[in-house]
C-alpha cells in the first residue's frame, strides 16, 4: 500500500497466524497474531491505517489498527469453514466486503472500527488534509440504518457467551453461483465481481 499519509507492506509472518507489518515512512517493524490457524487473505485500506485478515478457516475478518496493531472488530462470514479469495476495504473505508468458496459475497459496515480511529488517530495524519483521509473523508455512501450489521440478540450477554456472539455479521449478502471469485467496490457505489465464469 502506498498513500500520501503511509507507506506499509503486510505479509504472513513465519509463525503461524501471524502477519508482519513494515510501516517503511517509520522504519517501524511489527508482528500482529491475527489467527490461530494460518492465513490465507490480508488486506489494507486505501490509507494504509487498517488491516483486515482472515484465516484458512475462513469464517472470520479481523481488523487491526496498523498504526499500534490494535484489534478492532471480528466480522463474522459464517459457522462452517470457507476458503476466502479476497478482501477489500470501500475506498471510504466504511465498508468491507469478502468473497469465498461458498458462493456468497458478504459486506460490512465498519462503523465501530471507524469510531475507534476517530478517538484514536494516527499521529502521522496531523498535516494532512481532512477529506484526504479515508476514513474521514466525504463520500456518497453513508452508514444507515439499512447498512448496519447484524448482531446476536444475545449480545446482552456478551460477558458470559462466547466469543462467537460478540462478532459483526454483515448486513448484506450478494449469491453467486460460481465458487472462485473476486470482488472490489467500483465507481457510483457498485461492487465489481469477477469469477472463473466472467
Not at 47 to 73: C, E, H, M, P, Y
Not at 109 to 119: A, D, F, G, Q, W
Not at 130 to 149: M, P, R, S, W
Request: hydrophobic share 35%.
Amino acid at each position: 500500500n502506498y498513500s500520501r499519509s503511509r507507506l506499509a507492506m503486510v505479509c504472513p509472518d513465519i509463525q503461524i497466524g501471524h502477519v508482519k507489518l513494515q510501516l517503511y515512512d517509520k522504519n517501524h517493524t511489527s508482528i500482529i497474531h491475527a489467527h490461530k490457524k494460518a492465513l490465507s487473505c490480508l488486506a489494507l485500506n486505501n490509507d494504509g491505517l487498517l488491516l483486515a485478515t482472515a484465516s484458512l478457516k475462513g469464517s472470520t475478518v479481523r481488523i487491526f489498527n496498523v498504526d499500534n496493531g490494535q484489534f478492532l472488530q471480528e466480522l463474522r462470514r459464517g459457522l462452517g469453514e470457507a476458503v476466502i479469495f479476497s478482501i477489500v476495504f470501500h475506498p471510504s473505508s466504511k465498508f468491507l466486503a469478502c468473497s469465498s468458496d461458498r458462493s456468497t459475497i458478504h459486506i460490512y459496515e465498519l462503523e465501530t472500527v471507524l469510531k475507534l480511529m476517530e478517538e484514536n488517530p494516527p499521529t502521522d495524519l496531523k498535516n494532512i488534509p481532512q477529506d484526504e483521509i479515508g476514513y474521514k473523508g466525504k463520500n456518497k455512501l453513508e452508514i444507515t440504518d439499512k447498512t448496519k450489521n447484524k448482531k446476536s440478540k444475545l449480545k446482552f450477554m456478551n460477558a458470559l457467551l462466547p466469543k462467537y456472539f460478540k462478532s459483526s455479521w454483515g448486513f448484506a449478502k450478494i449469491k453467486i453461483p460460481d465458487r472462485h471469485k473476486i470482488c472490489s467496490f467500483g465507481m457510483n457505489n457498485t461492487m465489481t465481481i469477477i469469477s472463473l465464469e466472467g
